[in-house]
């Protein structure tokens, strides 16, 4: 994956649905599986995660079967509330608190 060059301007749309899925699993996945689950191409999801591996926002784990799979580190966790937040109060017009 440290091939795929990275995003020059990345949709954050698309970094959210990927740490939403991450978040959802609660552990790693296979990377096929979180492509498959994000909605996006195999050329999308190389390029945003090797940028979002860059970013320390996921790690790549190999597993005893061979398989890699994609885990969210808490820079991660951290990123996808503040994301979720922002998109929240600027883009639903949700603020939090009274």
Known sequence: MASASPPDRPDLYVVARLLERLWRENGPMLKT???????????????????????GLVSM????DGHERVAMTPKGYEAYRKLVQWINEVVHNRFPGP
């Not at 979180?34 to 050329?43: P, R």
């Open 61 to 64: 784990e190999n597993s005893p």
């Open 33 to 55: 599986r979180l492509q498959v689950a994000a909605n996006v191409n195999y050329d999308v999801f190389t390029r945003y995660v090797s940028w979002m591996v860059g970013k």
